[in-house]
């Protein structure tokens, strides 16, 4: 397996305008998380699929930030609008455990908007 | 506020030398802390768990300790290489089967040839 696919790697975009973050978990992995890092907060969890379902969105920071799971296999996190404070890197992780004790990470998105 | 706190923030040591980072959570209850690598550009990947009943682990080079009466780890790089240049990110969990983690800031190490 080549690990959990993250595309694109960069993405700069001007606000205002839709992102579309793309992520290929591992085969066989039930759980799937996306993550934000920033310098300011670290590594911050948005939200998280179970068997494709979305379980937990609470930290999604505001309703211009939407994820769906259409199928195991593809996972997208949409911004619309973006903002400049959106600016970040974005990781997804899938997991074979809800604790994440097996979590494998992607290579991550860096998303900047000018 | 946060309730993972990593020391120092960031160090530079000499290729070949060792060098310790500090964890200190105050996270309860207490599941497992694990000690992520994140190389520039990459995704965090892990390179210990601990238990609340393990005391030390190792992999490699990398040797974490767990104090759980203290609520403190370390990690301890031994004869570093230019590749262990990366963030270290020290993460606790409460609950073996909670998917949220606290995590901290991180411990930025820039090895020196």
């Known amino acids: 397996d080549a690990g959990v696919i993250q595309s694109p790697r960069h993405e700069v975009t001007e606000m205002g305008q839709e992102v579309t973050l793309r992520c290929k978990p591992i085969?066989?992995?039930?759980?799937l998380f996306w993550y934000r890092q920033t310098m300011m907060r670290g590594l911050e969890l948005l939200i998280y699929?179970?068997?494709?379902?979305?379980?937990?969105d609470s930290g999604m920071p505001e309703d211009r930030f939407s994820a769906k799971m259409p199928n195991a296999s593809f996972s997208t996190l949409k911004i619309q609008p973006s903002e400049p404070r959106d600016s970040a890197v974005y990781f997804c992780?899938?997991?074979?455990?809800?604790?994440?004790?097996?979590?494998?990470f992607g290579q991550g998105t860096r998303l900047t908007v000018v | 506020k946060n309730q993972v706190e990593q020391s120092p923030q960031s160090l530079i040591i000499l290729e070949g030398k060792n060098c310790t980072l500090q964890?200190?959570?105050?996270?309860?209850?207490?599941?497992?802390l694990r000690w992520y690598k994140q190389d520039t550009g990459r995704g965090p990947v892990s390179l210990t768990i601990?238990?609340?009943?393990?005391n030390t682990k190792s992999n490699g080079r990398y040797t974490a300790t767990l104090d759980a009466d203290t609520k403190q780890s370390s990690l301890h790089i031994t004869a570093s290489q230019l590749s262990d240049s990366a963030s270290y990110i020290c993460?606790?969990?409460?609950?073996?089967?909670?998917?949220?983690?606290?995590f901290g800031a991180g411990t930025t190490v820039t090895v020196r040839a």
């Open positions: 992780a899938s997991s074979s455990d809800r604790g994440q004790t097996e979590a494998f």
């Open positions: 964890c200190n959570y105050t996270v309860s209850p207490f599941s497992n």
């Open positions: 601990m238990t609340f009943s393990e």
């Open positions: 085969s066989g992995h039930d759980y």
């Open positions: 993460v606790v969990s409460a609950n073996s089967n909670d998917y949220k983690l606290s």
């Open positions: 699929f179970n068997n494709n379902v979305p379980i937990d």
